[in-house]
C-alpha cells in the first residue's frame, strides 16, 4: 500500500533570541531582522518566502527581544503568507516556549514545521516532510554538515604533514535548525525547559527522531556573526553572477 503523504501548510518560526553576538546590529533590532545585505530584507523575510513556496499558508513567529520592532515589521510587510505573532509574558525555554508559540497554530491535528529565526536556507520541505512520512517519525531534524572555519592539517601515521585544507568540512552533521513535527509532537514538550535535553532524547531513544540530511548542495547558513552576514552576502552575489 502506498503512502499519502499530507504536506504541512503551517509552521512555527523562533524569533526571540537576542544576537549578542552580532551586535551592534541587534541593539535596536531582533536578531531575525538584521538585513543579508544587499538584499534589503530582513533574515525572517527570506524564511517566510521560503515557507510560502514550500506551501506553508499560515505561521506562528514567537517573539521575545525587542518584540515591537519584529511585529511592527510583520505587521507593515507585505507577506506571501498569514502571520501570527506571540510573545511569552515570562521566559519559558526554548521547549515551553516552542510549545505555547505551536499552541497558535490554526490547526493542532495536522503536522507542521519550524525552524529558528537566524537560518537562511533552500531545500525542499515537501522532501523532507515525506522523508518524515516514511520513517513514521514524531519528529524529524533536518541535518547539516558545515564547514569549519579554520584550515586542517592532514598528517600521515609517521606525522608528516601531507596537506593543508581550507575550511573542510565537518566530519560531524549537526542540528540544522529546520524541524518536521507530527501533531503528537507538541504534548511531548515541557511546558517549561528545553526539549533538546529532555523530549528528542526520549525520543532517540525509542526511535520515534529521525535525521534529515540536508540535499547535496543546498544552501543553509546560520546567522551568528558580522562574518556570518558577509559571507552570506558573498554567497548570494555569486549565486546571483
Not at 503512502?3 to 503551517?10: A, D, G, H, S, V
Amino acid at each position: 500500500m502506498t503512502r499519502t503523504t499530507t504536506y504541512p501548510t503551517q509552521a512555527v518560526v523562533l524569533a526571540g533570541g537576542q544576537g549578542s553576538r552580532l551586535r551592534p546590529y541587534t541593539d535596536d533590532r531582533p536578531k531575525p531582522m538584521v538585513e543579508i545585505p544587499g538584499t534589503g530584507t530582513p533574515i525572517i523575510g527570506h524564511q517566510l518566502s521560503w515557507l510560502a513556496e514550500e506551501g506553508v499558508t499560515d505561521a506562528v513567529v514567537s517573539c521575545g527581544h525587542l518584540a515591537g520592532v519584529l511585529q511592527e515589521w510583520l505587521e507593515s510587510a507585505d507577506l506571501p503568507l498569514r502571520v501570527t505573532t506571540v510573545v511569552e509574558s515570562e521566559p519559558l525555554g526554548r521547549g515551553g516556549g516552542l510549545k505555547y508559540a505551536a499552541a497558535h497554530l490554526p490547526d493542532p491535528g495536522l503536522p507542521w514545521y519550524a525552524t529558528n529565526g537566524d537560518i537562511w536556507t533552500r531545500f525542499s520541505l515537501q522532501e523532507m516532510a515525506a522523508f518524515h512520512a516514511e520513517r513514521d517519525a514524531t519528529a524529524t531534524l533536518a541535518l547539516a554538515r558545515p564547514r569549519i572555519p579554520w584550515g586542517a592539517v592532514e598528517t600521515d601515521t609517521f606525522g608528516h604533514i601531507t596537506d593543508f585544507i581550507e575550511s573542510p568540512p565537518s566530519p560531524y552533521l549537526i542540528n540544522a535548525g529546520v524541524y518536521v513535527f507530527s501533531a503528537a509532537f507538541t504534548e511531548l514538550l515541557p511546558d517549561l525547559g528545553d526539549h533538546e535535553r529532555t523530549t528528542f532524547p526520549r525520543l532517540a531513544r525509542e526511535r520515534r527522531l529521525a535525521g534529515f540530511p540536508l540535499p547535496q548542495g543546498a544552501y543553509w547558513r546560520a546567522i551568528d556573526t558580522a562574518k556570518d552576514l558577509s559571507e552570506a552576502a558573498k554567497e548570494l552575489a555569486a549565486a546571483r553572477g
